[in-house]
């Protein structure tokens, strides 16, 4: 619904037309719904220091915008502008400014992440596993120990 107003500028006087598109849809999609504990990374806080730390996943949501009329933007990626809020068995952490947000596993269960409007409502839900079995792919580096050997060393 186009709405005009009145612009004006010393003895320049014109109306702009302006639209409100608002989202009318939400997509949640993250890179992994199954996060598993590091192999032998262990979380160093004060509460547990065997608790293992888990794999992490970024997510990305999309939104299909309206002005009331028709589907004016499909498919805009707003993952950094979301709200999102999540069970006590995961950690949302934003990385930078303007990135995605990533999902952090704290401990075992099935978790729930929510993209929140600015009034509360729960727009799209995405449904996360923190399970305790690691895989033997998933190895955390702890540190390198870096040797060089030249024919001068002999």
């Not at 006087?13 to 890179?31: C, D, K």
């Not at 065997?50 to 996943?57: A, D, E, R, V």
Request: net charge negative; with cysteine; proline share 4%.
């Amino acid at each position: 619904l186009a709405e005009q107003i009145e612009v004006s500028f010393n003895e320049f006087n014109s109306q702009v037309a302006f639209r409100i598109h608002f989202p009318i849809s939400v997509h949640l999609a993250s890179e992994y719904s199954v996060l598993r504990p590091i192999s032998g990374w262990y979380r160093n806080s004060n509460n547990c220091s065997k608790c293992p730390h888990y794999q992490s996943s970024s997510i990305t949501c999309t939104a299909d915008f309206s002005d009331g009329k028709f589907t004016l933007f499909s498919q805009v990626d707003v993952s950094s502008i979301i709200r999102v809020v999540s069970d006590e068995g995961l950690e949302v952490k934003e990385w930078s400014h303007g990135s995605s947000p990533r999902i952090i596993g704290r401990k075992p269960g099935v978790y729930d992440v929510m993209v929140v409007s600015a009034v509360g409502k729960t727009m799209e839900l995405a449904s996360f596993t923190v399970t305790e079995v690691a895989p033997e792919y998933l190895l955390g580096m702890i540190g390198i120990d870096v040797l060089i050997y030249s024919e001068f060393d002999k």
